[in-house]
């Protein structure tokens, strides 16, 4: 099936430093979204973005977060400054139309502070 | 305020048994309802998915049945196997935003 790309599947840095994690959506997909997931636990929504913009975003999405996808290249997540609590696995998703509901995600992105 | 509930948060089953996994929520806008298996260091996968206007999906072993009313749903697998044993979530979507909204999972493990 279609497939959604991220990197790196793991980072290590030190709490205050700035992160960037990459995603590759799916070639034909108009609709990009992070979600984040501690523990295996629930995926928490924290933005998605269309046309260039920000649609809609969680109270998770802190003011040191922020997206972007210039130019058609990966769609990006940045942490600048990273916090303890910023540790978890972030996954991507992309989803063709706004409606269909159907989002595929990728392998996720393991991140730790320390 | 936890908008999609799922239970049992952990389930068991034998080989060969019919695993149930129940999901409700809450926010009447919701109208199309995925279950998402996850198998640990990997991504969600879509399973299998319902839009409201339905009351029944199945797809091979894996069938959602669907309550409006209630606002509840279950995802039934038959047959189970221990290729199964994951982490399902059930999620919800609504109106012209297609964010999802994921409950807590339900871990499930097939014993052979």
């Known amino acids: 099936g279609p497939k959604v790309l991220q990197i790196p599947s793991h980072q290590i840095i030190d709490m205050g430093q700035m992160v960037t994690l990459n995603c590759d959506p799916v070639?034909?997909?108009?609709?990009f979204y992070w979600y984040k997931q501690i523990l295996g636990q629930q995926m928490e929504f924290l933005v998605n973005f269309y046309n260039g913009k920000v649609m809609e975003k969680s109270k998770l999405f802190k003011d040191q977060f922020s997206v972007e996808r210039p130019d058609g290249s990966y769609f990006t997540l940045k942490i600048q400054p990273t916090a303890l609590e910023d540790s978890a696995v972030y996954f991507c998703a992309s989803s063709f139309g706004d409606n269909t509901g159907q989002l595929y995600f990728g392998e996720g992105s393991k991140l730790t502070v320390l | 305020q936890q908008q999609v509930r799922q239970s049992p948060q952990s389930l068991t089953v034998w080989e060969g048994e019919t695993a149930i996994l129940n999901c409700s929520y809450e926010n009447s806008a919701f109208d199309y309802f995925p279950w998402y298996q996850q198998f640990p260091g990997e991504g969600p996968a879509l399973l299998i998915a319902?839009?409201?206007?339905?009351d029944k999906k199945e797809d091979g072993r894996f069938t959602i049945f669907f309550n409006k009313r209630e606002k509840k749903l279950s995802l039934h697998i038959t047959d189970s196997q221990p290729g199964d044993s994951a982490t399902y979530f059930c999620a919800a979507s609504g109106g012209s935003n297609a964010k999802l909204t994921f409950g807590k999972g339900t871990k499930l493990s097939v014993k052979s």
């Open positions: 319902i839009r409201s206007v339905s």
């Open positions: 070639s034909n997909h108009l609709y």
